[in-house]
């Protein structure tokens, strides 16, 4: 069991998310009462067998509606995860790309990225100045693209006639990459537009994590 990262398309606010006794939540707060404000698009689920890690909203780091950072574990022990989403300008892109150095420590980071490129998408360009930009801060930051344990499409559009894509990515840190993997969880009961969550094994990344040091 581990963490669940979700992130909603387009504009939509993560409002009534979905709710289960073995999974709590993590999510910034949300304004309801003003129609202006920015409310989040990303939200956190975390399995109950993580309870003694003290999962916490890392809030102070980076307030941002697009931007989920979370902690696991306490003292040096502490991981720093990311959920992310990009919209159609890659404002979360360009976050990460100008302000790398504030994101060093993160563990890992994963969520919809909005981009496509042949290196992850069989259907994307083959040049994406954006995709650039993201693998550039990843790699600043010491992680790469962690590989699914099932390759597939990650994003369903409406139109039945358009081709599915690949544009939710997970980063680990390059020692790792050989050995952790996510789950691509399709939401076939959802109607599209819809995005498949990815589901990180924590607990096999903290055992790895260990080894590692």
Same mark, same amino acid.
């Given at each position: 069991? @581990? ?7 387009? $504009?939509?606010?993560?409002? !009534?998310?979905?709710?289960? =006794?073995? #999974? !709590?939540?993590?999510?910034?707060? %949300?304004?309801?009462?003003? /129609? ?15 309870? @003694? *890690? ?18 696991? @574990?306490? !003292? ?22 100008? #302000? &790398? %150095?504030? #994101?060093?420590? $993160?563990?890992? &980071? ?36 962690? %590989?699914? /344990?099932?390759? @597939? ?8 006639? =358009? /081709? ?10 390059? /020692? *790792?990459?050989?050995?952790? %993997? ?15 969550? *990815?589901? =990180?094994?924590?607990?096999?990344? $903290? !055992? =790895? ?5």
């Amino acid at each position: 069991m @581990g963490t669940l990262r979700t992130s909603t398309p387009s $504009l939509t606010a993560v409002i !009534g998310t979905t709710i289960h =006794l073995d #999974w !709590g939540i993590i999510v910034r707060s %949300m304004d309801l009462q003003n /129609e202006g404000a920015d409310n989040p698009r990303v939200a956190v689920y975390v399995h109950k067998c993580l309870r @003694g *890690l003290r999962p916490s909203y890392c809030q102070d780091l980076i307030d941002h509606w697009d931007i989920l950072i979370f902690s696991l @574990g306490w !003292g040096e022990d502490l991981l720093l995860l990311a959920n992310v989403y990009s919209d159609e300008q890659h404002t979360v892109i360009h976050i990460l790309y100008e #302000w &790398m %150095m504030d #994101w060093l420590g $993160l563990f890992s &980071m994963g969520g919809d990225f909005n981009c496509r490129h042949q290196s992850w998408d069989p259907w994307g360009p083959v040049m994406n100045v954006h995709a650039n930009q993201l693998e550039a801060a990843a790699t600043y930051l010491g992680l790469t693209r962690g %590989m699914p /344990e099932v390759e @597939g499409p990650t994003h369903f559009p409406y139109n039945i006639q =358009l /081709e599915l894509t690949v544009i939710d990515l997970v980063y680990v840190p390059m /020692e *790792l990459s050989l050995r952790v %993997m996510h789950k691509i969880c399709q939401y076939f009961t959802l109607p599209p537009p819809s995005l498949s969550g *990815l589901c =990180l094994d924590t607990w096999a990344v $903290l !055992g =790895l994590s260990e080894l590692s040091k």
